[in-house]
């Protein structure tokens, strides 16, 4: 099994900006594709972006292009959610996902296609 911890959401302005993390822990044996997802209240969970094991490639939803970035550190076993700019419409609790894989240039958008779910962190954007 693998366990997956957010952190890093809190109560933001309009305009701030917030990082993210997600650390992984456990029975980590193969390289996985990680991203991350978001819940705001009252509606479905929506892919946010997605980053490779190698990190080369990332993809993200097209209404947070120029805003979030995702990033990996393997050696921490950690990826991470830069996100600028926050609007109040970004407000929800948001997901991290891992899905082992031997490919390690894939990148997965599909919330279906994650086998590994954190708690989420709670991100709170103010206008």
């Known amino acids: 099994q693998v366990q997956l911890v957010e952190s890093g959401g809190r109560l933001v302005q309009a305009g701030g900006s917030l990082r993210l993390s997600c650390e992984a822990s456990?029975?980590?044996?193969?390289?996985?594709?990680m991203g991350w997802f978001r819940q705001a209240p009252g509606k479905e969970r929506e892919f946010v972006a997605t980053?490779?094991?190698?990190?080369?490639?990332?993809y993200y939803a097209d209404s947070l292009k120029g805003r979030f970035t995702i990033s990996h550190d393997n050696a921490k076993n950690t990826v991470y959610l830069q996100m600028n700019n926050l609007k109040p419409e970004d407000t929800a609790i948001y997901y991290c996902?891992?899905?082992?894989?031997?490919?390690?240039?894939?990148?997965?958008?599909?919330?279906?296609?994650?086998?590994?779910w954190g708690q989420g962190t709670q991100v709170t954007v103010s206008s």
């Open positions: 996902a891992a899905n082992p894989t031997m490919n390690t240039m894939v990148v997965l958008t599909n919330l279906y296609e994650y086998d590994y």
């Open positions: 456990g029975r980590i044996f193969s390289p996985y594709a």
């Open positions: 980053v490779s094991w190698t990190g080369r490639n990332t």
